[in-house]
């Protein structure tokens, strides 16, 4: 079946402006994470989603940073007023259950000018 | 909180040598370890975790890990290593009970050498 899929797979933005970026989970699963990998920090917790829980949003790095999920699947991740320190690959994975391993998707290569 | 080590940032080896990967880890509850891999331009792929259970975890490509509680580590061995192997290794932990949100260690890079 099919994988877990991000897009864009390469973003290039100015500093400032607002970007979004998409992550679509395998079907089924309801939990769907979002990481960021970057040199400085390795790779990051963001936000987690379970079904119709709150979601987890403690590893978001400050309030520029939001995500959605509709609909128990397609999830949006988005950074308001870029920094440049916010260049990095986003990475989105999705699991099925609770404790269950996580699928990873390719990533998005944000790079902020 | 956990945390995750990685003792070595980088590690060369030739073709059919052994490996072993060192990951350490610090929790104060229970947790559940994972073993993850990159290759060059690519996405992470599981290739071993520990939930319960026995502590000798095999997984894919040949790898294996042990889980040891009384020293918190996780480290990962493969008998003989290809070529193929090159690429950067990531040891995480998720609590159990918890969102189970992946804590990553820095990574290891392995290069395999002819």
């Known amino acids: 079946g099919a994988g877990v899929s991000q897009s864009p797979s390469n973003k290039v933005t100015e500093k400032g402006k607002d970007v979004e970026l998409r992550c679509d989970p395998i079907s089924g699963h309801t939990a769907l994470y979002w990481y960021r990998q970057s040199l400085g920090q390795g790779l990051e917790f963001l936000i987690y989603f379970q079904g119709n829980s709150a979601p987890d949003k403690s590893g978001l790095p400050s309030d520029r940073f939001s995500a959605e999920r509709t609909g128990g699947s397609v999830s949006t991740l988005t950074i308001q007023r870029t920094q440049q320190e916010d260049s990095a690959v986003y990475l989105c994975?999705?699991?099925?259950?609770?404790?269950?391993?996580?699928?990873f998707g390719p990533g998005t290569r944000l790079t902020v000018l | 909180a956990q945390s995750v080590t990685q003792l070595d940032s980088q590690v060369p080896v030739f073709e059919e040598a052994p490996v072993e990967l060192r990951c350490n880890y610090s929790?104060?509850?229970?947790?559940?370890l994972f073993w993850y891999v990159q290759y060059p331009n690519q996405g992470l792929q599981l290739l071993l975790k520990y939930l319960s259970g026995s502590t000798l975890v095999k997984g894919i490509n040949g790898f294996e890990a042990e889980f040891n509680k009384s020293q918190t580590s996780f480290h990962l061995r493969k008998p003989s290593v290809h070529i193929s192997d090159t690429a950067e290794y990531f040891c995480?932990?998720?609590?159990?009970?918890?969102?189970?949100?992946?804590?990553f260690g820095k990574g290891t890079k392995l290069t395999v050498n002819p």
């Open positions: 929790s104060s509850v229970s947790v559940y």
């Open positions: 995480a932990v998720s609590s159990q009970g918890g969102s189970e949100k992946l804590v």
């Open positions: 994975a999705s699991s099925q259950d609770r404790a269950n391993e996580q699928f």
